[in-house]
């Protein structure tokens, strides 16, 4: 039998996009974290309604408890079947304190990230942590379950990342917006 792991990004968040201090960005962040403002439409853009229905028919979906990724769940799927897992939150971001700069919310998003990721940003984890915190996710999952895992774009990276190691091939591919769709499979024969 072949092993499917469904990965999919939340909807796109309606935030500004507003040229801003590093202060403004930090507030847009927390925005970001908490609207239940997200792009649904995306979903609606989907080009196949037959793997739509597919992912709907899992029995196990996991769910990051972010507004925009619990939301998502919410539109593809009953709400008893989804599990709320801290693990499946965002990774770390704080934006950078550059005094003097105005930039795009996106700009200081993106700018922040990638000094957390060279570790010139601190934040209240490494990347070694956060890293570690989904595989650990990853190891808990039950070899015979065809599950659906609803987060965020680092943490669905590494989730594919580590998957594809292990063996496994990806499928399928689709994306519109921050919304996006990739089955996993690993095929034990």
Not at 113 to 141: C, D, M, P, Y
Request: glycine share 2%; charged share 20%.
């Amino acid at each position: 039998m072949k092993r499917r792991i469904i990965l999919i990004r939340h909807c796109t968040p309606n935030i500004p996009n507003a040229v801003c201090s590093a202060k403004q960005a930090d507030h847009y962040l927390e925005e970001y974290d908490k609207t239940e403002n997200i792009c649904l439409d995306e979903i609606a853009a989907f080009s196949s309604p037959a793997i739509l229905d597919e992912i709907k028919q899992c029995e196990y979906v996991y769910s990051s408890p972010l507004p925009r990724a619990y939301l998502t769940a919410r539109h593809l799927f009953e709400q008893h079947k989804i599990i709320i897992c801290d693990a499946l939150k965002e990774f770390n971001l704080n934006i950078v304190n550059i005094p003097f700069i105005s930039l795009s919310v996106q700009h200081w998003f993106v700018i922040s990230r990638l000094l957390w990721l060279i570790g010139l940003n601190q934040a209240t984890k490494t990347v070694k942590q956060e890293k570690s915190r989904v595989k650990h996710f990853i190891q808990q999952l039950p070899t015979e379950q065809r599950c659906v895992i609803i987060a965020h774009g680092f943490v669905i990276r590494e989730i594919k990342n580590t998957l594809l190691k292990q063996g496994f091939s990806c499928i399928f591919l689709e994306k519109h917006g921050c919304f996006s769709v990739t089955i996993l499979e690993y095929s034990s024969d």
